[in-house]
């Protein structure tokens, strides 16, 4: 299933990336990807090694791949819940096809893109990176997922060294692109091309389609 949940904060998704991994771990659901827009946020993965930009920073240590990032409004974020077991397939895999989704997404706005695994991770469209990708595996399943800068206001990345690079590095569809970008209309495309590239199934709108997102927390709809 996709989950759009719409708007919410990084750490209520945080808990819901987390109880979804234990229901699939379980066996209780299947893959799922949820789609989501944060407010702002910065966050680490495993691999941050704090320096002078986190002086006065309020940042969330998370257990994925990579180092520090931002998150905002104008940003497509995508979390992955796949169980790589029964799928025959390991994270590197999983990544070439979340890369694929997005490279797929930015040519259908004419921006060429190439996936990066090396130094330089991510999506970059040419000189300058568009999306970040970082991942976690719990059990069998994985958690955590991919960044694309649609309309994000780039000046949030300058408290930072996103990725451990210079700032100046990052970019947006609509900074390549000079002219507003629906996030909205971007967001059905990803979806969309979600359902055929990664065979994720229907799409539930409305915080999951739950009366009470506390519902889905606690395990008793699923």
């Known amino acids: 299933m996709i989950l759009n949940l719409g ?18 771990n379980e066996g209780r659901i299947e893959d799922s ?28 240590k998370v ?45 259908m706005w004419g921006i060429g893109a190439d996936p990066r695994l090396g130094k330089e991770t991510g999506i970059w469209a040419g000189e300058k990176k568009i999306a970040s990708i970082g991942l976690a595996v719990k059990g069998f399943s994985t958690l955590h997922g991919c960044a694309l800068n649609v309309s ?33 209309k971007v967001k059905k495309q990803y979806m969309d091309i979600s359902q055929e590239k990664l065979g994720m199934g229907e799409i539930i709108k409305n915080k999951g389609g739950f009366e009470n997102l506390n519902e889905l927390l606690s395990g008793t709809v699923l």
């Open 152 to 184: 994000t206001d780039l000046s949030n990345f300058y408290r930072i060294q996103p990725c451990d690079f210079h700032p100046e590095v990052m970019t947006s569809m609509e900074r390549i692109l000079k002219k507003p970008v629906d996030l909205d």
């Open 63 to 107: 257990e994925r791949g990579g180092s520090i990032t931002y998150h905002g409004p104008g940003q497509l974020i995508t979390y992955y819940i796949v169980n790589l077991k029964e799928r025959n397939i390991n994270v590197l895999n999983l990544i070439n096809k979340i890369q694929e989704c997005s490279i797929k997404l930015l040519g």
């Open 33 to 60: 990807m949820i789609v989501v827009e944060h407010p702002e946020v910065y966050t680490a993965g495993i691999h941050w090694v704090p320096g002078a930009e986190a002086d006065g920073l309020d940042v969330v």
């Open 7 to 24: 708007k919410l904060n990084y750490v209520e998704s945080l808990s819901v990336q987390r109880k979804l991994n234990q229901l699939r």
